[in-house]
């Protein structure tokens, strides 16, 4: 069993950073992660994911903006956020799903098992 607890939300005027964290605990070592974020009215949309090896992917719209990455000891995922956007405003999700050494996680909902309560972030303009 997975949990995920994640932190760091906040709000922040356009052009600023956040770092959002998610604590972690159980079978992380062998699982795929990644940040979701879902704004009101809208669906829940994959934004960077990380791999067993730490490759990472992430959705356009951040590209250049936000960096995923993972510890181990202790067992955390972040996700930094720079020149955020209004439209970066949403509830931030952490996700993660068993999986093997070289798969490559992709960005949709239905691939992850384990999900976080999320932590809020809005960006004023």
């Known amino acids: 069993q997975v949990q995920l607890v994640e932190s760091g939300g906040g709000s922040v005027q356009a052009g600023g950073s956040l770092r959002l964290s998610c604590a972690a605990s159980g079978w992380t070592y062998s699982s795929c992660m990644a940040w979701f974020r879902q704004a009101p009215g809208k669906e829940r949309e994959g934004v960077a994911t990380i791999a067993r090896d730490g490759k990472t992917t992430y959705t356009d719209s951040v590209k250049g903006r936000f960096t995923i990455s993972k510890i181990a000891v202790p067992d955390m995922l972040y996700l930094q956020m720079n020149s955020l956007k209004p439209e970066d405003t949403a509830m931030y999700y952490c996700?993660?799903?068993?999986?093997?050494?070289?798969?490559?996680?992709?960005?949709?909902?239905?691939?992850?098992?384990?999900w976080g309560q999320g932590t809020q972030v809005t960006v004023s303009s």
């Open positions: 996700a993660a799903v068993v999986c093997s050494r070289g798969s490559s996680p992709g960005l949709g909902r239905s691939e992850y098992t384990y």
